[in-house]
Each structure stands twice: as C-alpha cells, then as structure tokens.
C-alpha cells in the first residue's frame, strides 16, 4: 500500500509493523534520503525499511544531526504507542497532535500565505517525515486502528479511535499543502480509497476524509469508477446534510468531464480519442451509479433549500468588504479573556473543538463562516454537472418537480449585488491583486448561475422560472403572436412555478440591467437568459424580455460602452441572437437603438473585429433574413420601407461573401474548439441558403476570387478539411445534433446533405468545392 523509500515500488499489503523487514536485493540506484545514506554505509546494503527498527543510540544520533525538533524520535514513539492498543490511545493522540502542530506552525503558514510560498522549517519537517517512512506508519495507523461501526457512528463520535484517525488525516492534508506532487507518492488502491469513503460518515472526520479523498483523486489521471465503492449506497443514506455537502467535493471529481479527454481544446484530437480503441466516458458510468439512488438528488435539493444564509451588510459598497465586517464583528463578540493566539495551535484543518480540551475553543467558528456558503458551492456545482450528462432530459424533470426553481428564486431574493472590481480603498485577501472580487458568495453566485444555466438549456421546464402572474402575460403574448404563435402552448404545473409577482427570470433581468460592464456576474447572468430562449425559437418569450427592455439595454451597452472583455462581449452578442431571431419587431427594436449612422458603424465595427465573439449574432441576422423573406413577406417589406440597418447590412451579397470569407479563414481542423466551431455552422448557414435559392456556384465562386484577392491560396482547401471534420464531428452516433436543428430551424438532413454535395470529388458540379481547387490542392486518394 506504500512506496517503499529504498525501492520506489508499490506493495499490495501492509506490511507487519511487528515482524522487521531487513534486506533486499543489491541497488544500484544513487541514495536518496538520509535514512538510505545511513542505512547504506552501516549495514552494507542492508535495508531497514522503518524507522522503528533503528537502535535508539542510533535515533538520538539522528536527532542531532537531522533536526532539533526530535522527529524521529517522534515517529519512533508514535510507533511503540500505537502497537499497544487501546490502552495508549490518549497518549498516542497527544504525540500524533506533537507531529501536526510540526507541519501547522501558524506563524510559518502565515508567512507562506502572505510570500506565496511554504517556509522551508516546514518543508524540512516534511522531508525528514518521508525520510523515515512516516507516510506509511501515519496509513497504517489509519487503517490499522479499531474499525468504527459506521453503521452507529453516532456512538463514537468523540471516541479517541476517532480523533487519532481525524489527526492523521489532517496530517495527510498537510503534506499534499506542503509536498510538491505528493497525492503522486501515495498509493492509489482500493483498500485506502474505500476506507476513507467509510469515514465519510462520521461528523467529526468527513471533513477531512473528504478533502484527503479530493486531493488523491484529483492527483491521479484514472478517474475513480464509483461502482467499485462497497455499500455506496449505504453510506450516502448514513450521511447526514454536512457529511452530504463535503461528499460533493469527491462526486464533483468523479462526474465532471475535466479528465475525460487527453487534449482540453482540440476539438480534433478530441475526436481521435473518442474513436480510439476501448475509450469509454466514466463520468457517465459514475452518473448513472449515482442517478440510481432514489433519494441523492432530492437531499441534494433539502441541502439548498435550507442551508441557513450568512448576514449581509447592505450599506457597504463591496461584497468582500461585507464579509470582512462580518468576520470583524464575530471576533469582537468572542471573549476577550480567551487567549487567541495560543489557542490557535488547537484549530486544526476545518474541525473546531476537536483535538483540546478547552471548551472556549469554539470561539474560532467565525474562522468558519464561509461554510455553509461553500456546502451550496458544492451542491450547485454537482447539481450542474448532472445537468450536462447524458441523464440530462431526466435530471431537469426531477429537478423541476422537487422544487428547485422557486427554491433558488428565494435565494435569489438574499443577494446583494456590490461586486465593483478595482475600487479603490476596498479591502481584498492576502495575495490578490487590487482588481480580484474574490468572496464566498462569488463563488456561490457563479454556480448559482450556472446552475439556472443548465436547468434551462433546451428545457421543457423552463416556464418554470416564471410567476403565475408571467405566466398569464406570456399566454396573451402568445395569443396574438399571428403566425409566430405557437400551437399547444405548455402550460407548466402552477404548484412548482415562482412565487409572488416576479420569477426567478425577471429578476436576473432587472440585475443584469444594472450591474457594470466589466462586472464578473455580467457573463453569467447573460448566459442564463439566453439558455432560457436557446432551442425552439418562441415569439412570446422574447417578446416579454424586449418589453423588459433587454434588447436595449445590452446593445446600447455594446455600443456606448465599448466593451472588451472577450467574455461579456461574446456573451451579449449571444444573447442578442437569440433576442432578435426571427422577429420583425426585435429588429424594429434594435434600430431604435442604432438609430444614427455613427453608433451603427460602431456596431458593425465591433462586429467584425470579434468574429468568433459575434458569429452568433450573425448567424441569427442571416436565418432571421431568410424567415422574413419567405414566411413573413409582408413584415420584410415593411422593415424596409421603415429602413433597417441591420437587414440592409446582412442582405449584402459582398458582405455574406465576406464574413463566409473570414469565418473560413479564421479556423483550421487543428484549431477548432468547442467556442469556435460555430463559426464553421455560421458558415454553414449561408452557404445552406445560397443553395436552397440557387446560388451555391456564385458564393463558391466569389469566395474563390476573394481568397485570391487577400492572398488566401489555401482557403477553399481549408474549407474542405473543415467539413471533412464536420462530418466526422456531427455524424458520429454519439452525438446529439437536435440543438443544432431546433436552433436553425433547418432539418439536420438539410445540413448532411449540404456537406456531402460540397465534398463531392465530381469536378464537374459547380457546387462542389474540388471544382475550384487547382490541380495541387485536389484530394488524393489514400
């Protein structure tokens, strides 16, 4: 279960700590800790392999010349104690607390957070332990102590066999904050994973189990097959609410997708992988473990539903400044006779009261405040990740019907929205710079937003986020909708719907509408508006956000503000996407808003500098263009009549051959990501339309003389590989293409079909691409 100091090889069991170990074949690896220097030149190569087999002269001699702290013979003495039994348990507690509070050193910590390094008396603590096995005898004293009965953990919750497992754990945690690759060194089997799982139970050691649990897991490649957990099942309905929470730390590693692909980026190596012999997703394996037990997402809902809320304070004027005074005023009501410093020693790792005496102790919970704000990070996030698995269609039901949105709703309502970066004189942690936001409730409300995020993409549940009162308003909007009205309106279940006047929509609205260009929230509070219209295009949704005034106040804060940030940018323009597709009065809308010639120009500049940002937008003008030309005829006339800048921009035959010219040029096979591939499907898009009225030959044609006019030599070859890749890509049974054809509203057989004739090797057909190729640029055959 541990690697050997002297031979670097993973053993499958503990070895007796009561029979020595001595030998081993002849090495003829150079030495490489102290204890193998010794070992060597005494015994002749000759091995001890525990520090407990060295003679005590030996461990005195060692002491003065490795540490004047007594190390090793702090380990030797935790050994003796800990092959005695039961009987020594206190004092094998207090020496374990002696070798901990080597590797807590506040003062050094301190120093370290402040320098953003660890202090080298650490450090050196650290690698005498490793040098004398001390990792191994801390395990097995882990594993090797009296089972607890986690069926009853109630009964021994303060048992010493319990706090000298918590000790040891958070001497582990010590070693992963302190070693560089340490969860590396440790053994990653079944026997340590699963035992930790089973202290997952226990109140006063799920903390650390949990995190020593993350950092294994996260320090391996191999993501953990959940199945392969005895009595999962069991132990998550022995857990209580906390236990719950911190348990989300390891189900956050075991469904995520972050591990699932080699390369993070490439869309085109991504592929390659996913057909390559024996690839097969764990995440969804690890999520379909977990969907199986009936109660895990309804606690999971019980947890954010009643999580308490921290105080806020609302006159001040930034989120961390507000957290600072909480934590201020919390110290100010402690009793000032406790000696805080010295009680510090006591406070170890997340656990308050646990390994002193001194029942003042608990003064340090306003060190914990952030808690329960961290709990609902965890359950949001995991939540979210259920939400993007291939159980996602059941995942949105079940949520929908525990609840979850106007719980979330409510916790909407404890918000307060004073995140301003870089305002001068706002107080920020150690560490960060002057323009970090950081706080625990950014974090909770970036996963908050996400989380709405995700129950809403492509959802039938998605009225849901509205009230009843919004729910009537959307009824009538789409009653006289004309021919935009859709047939069969849904009607959710009233009784899981937000309640009082406003929903859950609304109000991210309204904070949308106020909160700065540059704010962190921007993106994200974007994002989950437009996850709301993303799907089936539906006339009456956006017609309630534009009479929101939406529309115009994120294009007007496009253009009077000018905005960089690559994020908020993309955002907004996808956003206005979904906002003006297919809808007359929109684009009526947004001429209000670019009503003068110099804030258009400001648009389209904008526009044609963030290609990838803005495809999206240009991909909706282009459908929206097609649909009014063909399906409201007469609204298309009027716009005209009525002068429209953003129709008469996209209705350009010079212009379409210019974006299709640039979105082409821009991305190549082995550039392609999951953010930009949809300039490939812009392009896509007006090249469908070229071909639907007759004019595939004359945009093939153009972009040909466009590339020769900029020097493109390659750009029709280029053009080629990419939707070589886009078959490979789209028509792979693993994928999922509905989005893509309720987005368009174009069949997914039009767009097969459309690749598959622009791929044609027949030289003869004018809209095939080889017909414009020269001679070394046509494919050859393999």
Known sequence: MWFCPDTCKSTTTMASRDQPII????RKRPVTSVLQAFTHQQLGFRSYQHIWQLPSSVMEMMDEKLSKHGMPQLLSKINELSRQGKSKHKELLEFLKMLLKKLSNLDCLRRAYSEGSSHDVLKENCQIILD????????EILMNTATLPWSKYSSCENSEELLIKNVCLDILRRFFLLVEKFGEKLPYTSDILNYLFTLLVYPNAHVNAAHVLELILNSHKEMLDLNTVPNLKELISVMDDKALSNFCQILSVTISDLDTYEHKSSLYQQNKQKRSKGFFVMRDINQECLMSIPDLLPRLVHIVETTPYQPRYPAITNELDTWMQWIDNQMAEEDESVDVESSLDDFIGDSVNLYCDDPQSIMHHS??????????VEVFYVLGLFLVGKQRKKVQKQLAELKLIPTLADIFDNFIWKCTSGKIGTRRLRGHNSSCECSPEVALK?????????LCDHSEHKHLLLSRTELTELKKLNEGAGKSKVENFDVPDKSLMCRGTKGLLTKIVEVLKKEP???TFRFWLARAVESYLRGSTCYADQMFLLRRGLLHHVAGNLIENDVRPKEILQSSFDLLGELIKFNADAFRQF??????DVKFKKLVEMIERNLVDSNMFIRSLILSLEHLQTEMSTEYNFLFQEENRLLEYICNFKQQVSFLQRLITIINVKSLTQENVSCLNTALVFLMFAHKNGKMNSYLAALKQCAVRVG???????FRDLLVFWQDHYLHKDKDCSALEKSSRIKFETWKDTVTMMLSTDQKQGTSIVHYLPEHDLPRDN
């Open 712 to 718: 493109e030599k390659n750009l029709l070859a280029n």
């Open 591 to 596: 001429e209000r808003v670019v009503c003068t």
């Open 23 to 26: 030998g081993g074949k002849f």
């Open 446 to 454: 970036i996963q908050f937003l996400r989380l709405v995020h995700s």
């Open 367 to 376: 060190l914990k405040m952030a808690t329960h704000v961290i709990h609902r």
């Open 517 to 519: 260009t540059a704010s």
């Open 132 to 139: 004398f096995d001390g990792i191994n005898l801390i395990l």
